[in-house]
């Protein structure tokens, strides 16, 4: 396939912006390939600048569920770039997406709008430290919550696909609070607690872990994580950014009926702006400033324009059949691994609502140990083919494969004849 332009756009980048992009993961490196710069996109297509069209499982890595320029979100994020695009003042979409969001989701009565999901972890924390006047917070091992100092111990995402453990330019300090255990241990976590039980503010997850590829909670790990942080005192954070109105609308929390105290949002929640928030019960949610004394702000936190894209994203996805794309998906994800078992590579392919993940290991990955052993070869083989007919996949084995509601029956075919066609 032709990719002259992107190279040429490429290769200007890497003189301007470190590595070519402006979010690690962009840049192929593990796939060994090159990036696509994209011209535009609609529903599940994606175009790239060389006039090549690709079916789009990455999907922005998340936050279009509903498919690219979707004409009510379009006509919505048009329609308030016509009254301004920032006020630094309260506008009326703020209380709207608020309330959308309250109604949604199980646990939350108070919601702050920030402008990404790194934000909203952050804030989260910092929220948690400051209620229960504790430091410590627990995270596991291959999850990632967005890039700020403290999650950057043994995270997923970008820091899994480049191995870097933690990164230059955090402190130890900041990182000496952030206690590690493996993604579906119960009992490790029983251990932490038992030791630094009386230190721990929070204790965050992922309810599903979608940053090492795809890793779904074993039955009774996030009961377990919901009893053990109300034992000792400690506030439990689902980090729904990419759960969130994709799980299922309520997130994981509904789905799999567990009340956190936080949630973290991003992704889906600014269909596709630059939108995060976090949120809980008002008891808590009443500590942000200026209510409270914790403090927190943001010039452009409730931004007109991603308050339209989110309030027209919620609007369309509160009345869509979840269940039946889950039933869509989850016939892909098993026809997909079918196809490759069939040439003899070890396959796994987790699979939950919309999302789906091609492991290449013999055994099922239930943390990220059990990830890092897949073989990262056969996975770029698989891209890197799959790719080539035109099948955009996330460009590493440790992202999710994301779905949306406008993939149609004939994309999944086409996704299955061009898996066909690879050879290992
Ligand atoms: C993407 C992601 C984040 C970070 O969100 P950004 O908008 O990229 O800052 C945090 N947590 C999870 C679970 C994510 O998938």
Known sequence: MNES??????EQACELIPGGVNSPVRACHNVHSLPLFIAEAHGCRL?????????DFVLSWGPMLLGHDHPEVTKAVRDAAGRG?????????????AQMVVDAMPSLEMVRMVNSGTEATMSALRLARGVTGRDKVLKFIGCYHGHAD???????????TF???????VPAAVVADTLLAPYNDLAAVETIFARHGDSIAAVIVEPVAANMGLVLPKAGFLEGLRAITAKHGALLIFDEVITGFRASYGGAQERFGITPDLTTFGKIIGGGLPVGAFGGKRAIMEHVAPRGEVYQAGTLSGNPLAMAAGIA?????KNMDY?????????FAHELRDILAAKNVPIQMPTIASMFCPYFSETPVENFDDAQKCDQELFTTFYKQMRAQGIYLAPSGYETG???????????ARALDAARKVTF
């Open 5 to 10: 332009t992107s190279r040429r756009l490429f």
């Open 47 to 55: 175009k790239d600048v060389d006039g090549q069209e690709y079916i």
């Open 85 to 97: 695009t920032s006020y630094g003042a309260p506008c009326p979409d703020e209380v709207t997406l």
């Open 150 to 160: 403290p999650y950057l111990a043994a995270a997923g995402s970008g820091v899994a």
């Open 163 to 169: 191995s870097i453990p933690g990164t230059p330019g």
């Open 313 to 317: 994203t919620l609007r369309q996805l």
């Open 323 to 331: 269940a039946a794309l889950e039933r869509r998906v989850s016939a």
């Open 402 to 412: 994301m779905v949306s509601f406008v993939h149609t029956d004939d994309d999944f």
